[in-house]
């Protein structure tokens, strides 16, 4: 018999009430990054969030945005979701919140915003990248030295047509279209709505941000959507230090170009235990391009075949950069999706929650803030060996740990209990970050500050 297998346990199970112990006793470290940014008073000081006539009852905007935010960085995914956190009493007080509202509650609140309040989620999260970024080891978010920015669009499919903004996509189905800006690992910004061609924000996104990079290394990547010459012309004026786009829906005169290029411009052919290709520059001048681009080209041959292969990558490349280098790089844009991806599966954004184009943009809004709290909280003050942590990783086992609440004479006690090996690194955390009950009353405060 094995000496490792799959056996009874021989523990007892017991049941207990759980009104006075949750299973989301890692808020508190989200809570506490809130708080060294600022957001619950940035949040507070923007009056264009609150939607009431009378602003003495109901929910404030800074306690919607805070049950949603907790609700997306505890693995929930929707309004439901949000309304099951705000029954959690344990895990309200352990945050600051003395109820918690319900699903109809939250909906009316984001159907209730308007393009400017939507603006000031927005500015508020640009303001935490910012924050976290220049807090953050340069190691950790920079590469070489170079603060790297990517622009992608990304496909929000939906199920009916009550859906506003959302239009036929060219697989035929529903969708909205969310364009996204990012700095380094953070998500910077985005637009969710209807824009039917798949860069349409990208000028809108590099006017907004534009000052956030310059004067200082970069290093720009989008993929071909953003190719056509009325956008090269705008990547072009955005200051950035090196930039590359995929480049393959207009080849037909570069394939001409590069097919008269002299043998001596093309790089030499490698060893036989590698790959058989070959790389030059070529210049060509694409239609609407206000001057000639420079492209990275490669070709090979696959067996049997006669004519040569192309593949091309549009650039503003450093003066020491080979063609190949180009490619190189621009390969770790693969690693910019895999963000993207994440953020769609680590949060479950799929599937926007309203019919209302503005309450969903206000959602997505605070969706960023979640993802960025979750990776400001890695980036930050996890240790080294955590820093390849996913989403989902940092929100199982970093998030989801279970408190219990005794109370004393005089005060109330939760006990946090930390996975095996955490312990030291909770208690340096808490002792930095999150604050100390001091003696006497409590302070009355507005809201939450650090």
């Given amino acids: 018999m094995p000496v490792y297998t799959k056996r009874k346990t021989r523990l007892h199970v017991q049941l207990t009430n759980s009104n006075q112990a949750t299973a989301h006793g890692g808020q508190v470290l989200i809570d506490a990054l809130c708080r060294r940014f600022g957001l619950w008073q940035r949040l507070h000081q923007e009056p264009s969030l609150d939607p009431r006539k009378r602003t003495g009852a109901g929910f404030s905007p800074v306690a919607n945005v805070a049950q949603l935010l907790f609700t997306l960085t505890s693995g929930g995914v929707s309004l439901a979701d949000a309304e099951r956190l705000g029954q959690d009493r344990v895990l309200l007080q352990l ?11 939250l909906g009316e609140w984001l159907r209730g915003q308007t393009k400017e309040s939507v603006m000031a989620l927005h500015r508020i999260n640009a303001d935490l990248v910012a924050w976290a970024s220049q807090q953050a080891k340069r190691g950790r978010w920079l590469h070489a030295g170079e603060v790297e920015l990517f622009f992608d669009d990304t496909e929000i499919e939906v199920a009916g047509h009550q859906f506003e903004g959302a239009r036929i996509n060219y697989e035929g189905n529903r969708a909205l279209s969310w364009q996204t800006l990012w700095y380094g690992p953070w998500l910077l910004d985005g637009i969710l709505d209807g824009a039917g ?15 956030r990079w310059q004067g200082r290394a970069s290093y720009f990547y989008a993929d071909s959507g953003s190719s056509a010459g009325k956008y090269l012309n705008r990547i072009e004026r955005a200051d950035f230090t090196r930039w590359s ?14 097919a008269e290029l002299p043998e001596s411009q093309w790089s030499a052919l490698p060893p036989a235990d590698q790959p058989q290709e070959q790389y030059a520059w070529v210049r060509h001048q694409p239609g609407e391009c206000q001057r000639a681009q420079k492209f990275a080209a490669v070709r090979w041959k696959r067996e049997g075949d006669l004519m040569w292969r192309y593949a091309y990558r ?5 003066d020491q950069d080979r063609p190949q280098a180009v490619f190189e790089r621009h390969r770790l844009k693969g690693a910019k ?21 503005i309450a969903n943009q206000a959602f997505y809004a605070i969706a960023m803030l979640a993802y960025n709290v979750l990776l400001s909280l890695k980036v930050l003050d996890l240790p080294d060996d955590a820093q390849g942590w996913r989403i989902r ?5 970093l998030l989801t740990v279970p408190v219990s609440v005794s ?3 005089r005060y109330e006690v939760a006990r946090i209990c930390i996975p095996a090996g955490w312990l030291r690194w909770w208690r340096l955390f808490v002792d930095q970050w999150v604050p100390k009950r001091k ?5 009355t405060q507005a809201v939450d500050s650090a």
């Avoid at 786009?245 to 590069?258: F, G, H, I």
């Avoid at 003696?439 to 302070?443: A, I, L, S």
């Fill in 337 to 357: 999706e895999q963000g993207f991806s994440e953020v769609l599966s680590g949060l479950d954004l799929h599937h926007p929650p309203c019919k209302d184009l």
């Fill in 439 to 443: 003696p006497g009353r409590p302070v």
């Fill in 393 to 397: 990783t940092i929100i199982r086992y």
């Fill in 95 to 105: 945050l600051g919140l003395a109820k918690g509202a319900d699903q109809t509650t």
């Fill in 314 to 318: 549009v650039c503003q490349a450093g």
């Fill in 197 to 211: 061609d798949v860069s349409e924000h990208l000028p809108v996104l590099l006017d907004e941000h534009q000052p």
């Fill in 245 to 258: 786009l995929s480049y393959n829906k207009w080849t037909d005169k570069l394939d001409r170009l590069a």
């Fill in 407 to 409: 109370t004393h004479a």
